[in-house]
């Protein structure tokens, strides 16, 4: 199975860090954020791989090359111009010609996800979209999922504790089944929003898969201090 990573933005919550380097090169434990991203990625056999890149591309484009350091297949799709989430993941699967179910993920969470049994879930459910979900108690920051069963039916944006339907919110790692693009607008648009939420509650369409291990989400200079302070890194080989 394929895997695109999103990893185009300009990072401008991390300034001034983000000024000089791209944020998937940012250093967390002595690898690039995106680095990492990429072993979680490997440790499940996941060596095709396509990263959506935009500002200071050629700076990530130099350090991964095609993939052949990490025994990995590396493609690229550069953003010219940003497209948000959903263009962005329209044109890659247009551009690259994708058939097949595929992993989303974004490239800005450190978590080490088990994509093997997200796999095994997504094939099991017949699903259209598996998404991770992962509990949070400040849900007031988050658009928290309504869950019946396995089924994700609505997410509501940042309720209030006491009104949240649960404390899942979307962990950033998706299995994705290619025809869901056609829901999507030409030009920009948001694969949360105008996808994923579209078609939550539809049979059969978006089911959950629980991450229950750790999610460091890095959008912010003091999310960046913490995740390098605390992330535990990831065993290459292991599982």
């Known amino acids: 199975?394929?895997?695109?990573?999103?990893?185009?933005?300009?990072?401008?919550?991390?300034?001034?860090?983000?000024?000089?380097?791209?944020?998937?090169?940012?250093?967390?434990?002595?690898?690039?954020?995106?680095?990492?991203?990429?072993?979680?990625?490997?440790?499940?056999?996941?060596?095709?791989?396509?990263?959506?890149?935009?500002?200071?591309?050629?700076?990530?484009?130099?350090?991964?090359?095609?993939?052949?350091?990490?025994?990995?297949?590396?493609?690229?799709?550069?953003?010219?111009?940003?497209?948000?989430?959903?263009?962005?993941?329209?044109?890659?699967?247009?551009?690259?010609?994708?058939?097949n179910p595929f992993i989303l993920v974004w490239g800005d969470n450190l978590a080490d996800y088990n994509y093997e049994e997200m796999?095994?879930?997504?094939?099991?459910?017949?699903?259209?979209i598996t998404m991770a979900l992962t509990s949070r108690e400040d849900v007031e920051h988050f658009g928290v999922a309504e869950l019946d069963d396995k089924k994700i039916i609505r997410f509501v944006e940042k309720p209030k504790r006491e009104d949240a339907p649960s404390t899942f919110i979307n962990a950033g790692a998706f299995i994705v089944n290619p025809e869901v693009i056609d829901v999507l607008p030409e030009g920009v648009s948001s694969i949360e929003r105008d996808c994923f939420e579209i078609l939550c509650g539809k049979p059969g369409h978006v089911y959950a898969y629980v991450h229950t291990g750790y999610w460091f989400p890095i959008d912010t200079l003091e999310k960046y201090e913490k995740a390098d302070k605390e992330f535990p890194g990831v065993a290459e080989n292991s599982k």
């Open 1 to 99: 199975m394929r895997a695109i990573i999103l990893a185009g933005g300009r990072g401008t919550r991390l300034r001034p860090l983000t000024d000089k380097t791209p944020k998937p090169l940012l250093p967390i434990k002595g690898k690039p954020l995106l680095e990492w991203v990429i072993l979680t990625l490997k440790r499940h056999g996941i060596t095709d791989i396509i990263l959506s890149i935009g500002y200071k591309a050629e700076m990530i484009k130099e350090y991964f090359k095609d993939g052949s350091p990490l025994h990995l297949s590396i493609s690229y799709n550069i953003e010219e111009n940003p497209l948000g989430t959903g263009g962005a993941v329209k044109d890659i699967v247009q551009n690259h010609n994708i058939k």
């Open 119 to 128: 796999i095994k879930t997504h094939k099991k459910n017949d699903a259209v």
